[in-house]
């Protein structure tokens, strides 16, 4: 939507990233070649002044020994999926616990028997 088609709402008429209109949290949408906020109730899309488009966001985390506690005890939680279409990478065992890391959603694959871990994507 246009500034014009937002009933005369324009960006200085928004601020801390609230929606002037319902006062709702204001949504950041990416793509590889857009960046807006959006507010989902009164469908509006607001563009970004400059100081927003300084941002930093991460979801690389190559380092699995920083969940080395996580994927020890992660075989002892019985909400964790058992899968026996897989074979441990390490020691051959065919139980394996399946867990999603919220941190880069990817997921984990831990051996029952050795508790060795590994990603998903290296099948």
């Known amino acids: 939507m246009s500034k014009q088609e937002v009933k005369g709402i324009d960006n200085d008429e928004l601020s801390n990233k609230f929606c002037r209109v319902c006062h ?27 100081e927003d488009t300084i941002l930093f966001e991460t979801k690389n985390v190559d380092n699995l020994n920083i969940y ?14 058992k899968v026996t279409h ?14 999603v890391l919220q941190v880069n959603i990817s997921k984990m694959n831990i051996c029952d028997k050795c508790r060795f871990g590994w990603p998903e994507s290296s099948e």
């Open 24 to 50: 709702s949290l204001l949504l950041k949408i990416t793509t590889a070649d857009m960046f807006i906020f959006r507010c989902e109730k009164c469908k509006i899309d607001v563009q970004p002044k400059a």
């Open 68 to 81: 080395g506690p996580l994927l020890y005890k992660a075989t002892e939680d019985n909400l964790n999926p």
């Open 86 to 99: 897989k074979q441990c990478k390490r020691c051959g065992h065919k139980v394996v616990t399946e867990i």
